[in-house]
């Protein structure tokens, strides 16, 4: 048995399996894992910071308005209408007499024109040929009424004498009627002649806007001729007088005893929502609607400006109390959607040095153009316009277009 150990014991040797001898790892500098742990730290906050100012730390944008006190009373509303802009005499078709081809015609549709200004010349040379016969006509008669005036005083010296005879003598002076009445009835030529030859420049009686154009360059005017829809066959084009601009509106028949002669209105453009203009009560038609219950109405606006209001445009006309007397107590009026309401407290927002805080009011009477404020406010506040849900005081937040709330 002990002889025998020594071999089993090389034998187990030569099973054994040899593995290669392991590199011991290197050990890390604490100060590089440091630094590693600093760095991908810093990168998360960076991170996080920009998705914090990206959305829930970005500053909200708010819409302000700068209120200012106003010293005079706002005039309630009675009553408001829709309607259209017309002028007082409506529309005016400007044509001519003479016929022939247009030669110019230096408008076009939205122009505005002048009183004198050219809206279309027609060839005249037909007519400056009948001009010039006519007058030539004239003086030949203007010479013959010369010789049979001359006869006629010769007649009346020798029908005393009893040279001539009562015959030749009537002759005579019949002789020189004849030559007045052929001059008037020349003269009368020439003057129609130059009525044609002044027809064939046709210029603007009106200061006014060109609504629509019947003719074009080149185009020929004459009785069989083809012409646009609404125009005459010697029209030339129609004007609207933009000297009186007026609203037409009808009004119910129960509402007639508001308003008279006179009395303020609002018109406000439904193309133009911001623009208010105003005017007063000039024209009361004399009929009313019997289907529809209404009278018709014209209010003259004051001031109108020509680049907004144009004939036909839709238009809400808002007939007004009288003015009311000023106070010493100035007030301060805020847009209706400023105001809010919440648990019984009525409040706005404002802002100030970009921070935005709730105040607390005590509202007044309620105008066409906002909310009047009798506390909470002073003067140069500026006022959240239509404030989020979600704003809080002592939040910042971005301030948006800023405009001037002074009251009208």
Known sequence: MLAESPA?????????????????????????????????????????????????????TVQTILVVSNRGGQPGVMLTGSGYVVTRHKYITIGTKSLGQIVAEPIE??????VGDLLAQIDDRDYQAQLRQAAA????????????????????????????????????????????????????????????????????????????????????????????AGGGATDIAQLADTDDMRAEVDINEADLAKVSLGSHASVVPDAYADRRFEASLVKVYPKADRQKGTVKVEVQLNQPDLQIIKPEMSVKVSFLENQAPATQEPRITVPKGAVRSEEGETYVWTVREGIVQRVGIVRGQET?????????????????????????????????????????
Do not use: W
């Open 109 to 114: 549709e939205g122009q505005h024109v002048r």
């Open 137 to 228: 006509a004239r003086d030949l008669s203007e010479a013959n009424l010369r010789l049979a005036l001359a006869r006629a005083e010769r007649a009346r010296q020798l029908i005393r004498t009893g040279v001539i005879s009562k015959d030749e003598y009537d002759t005579t002076m019949s002789a020189a009627e004849v030559a007045q009445a052929a001059l008037k009835r020349d003269t009368a030529a020439v003057e129609y002649a130059n009525f044609l030859v002044n027809q064939c420049r046709i210029t603007s009686p009106i200061t006014g806007i060109v609504l629509q154009k019947y003719r074009e360059l080149g185009d020929t005017i004459n009785f069989g001729g083809q012409i646009q």
């Open 368 to 408: 066409e153009t906002g909310i009047e404020i009798e506390q909470g406010l002073n003067d140069g506040d500026v006022v959240v316009v239509s404030p989020q849900a979600n704003l809080a005081s002592g939040r910042r937040v971005s301030v948006g277009t800023e405009s001037n709330g002074r009251g009208k």
């Open 8 to 60: 089993r014991t090389k034998s187990l040797e030569a099973l054994r399996i040899t593995r290669p001898k392991e590199t011991p790892r290197r050990r890390r500098a604490p100060g590089a894992l440091l630094a590693i742990i600093i760095l991908v730290t810093a990168l998360g906050v960076t991170t996080a910071y920009e998705v914090y100012t990206r959305t829930v730390g970005r500053p909200q």
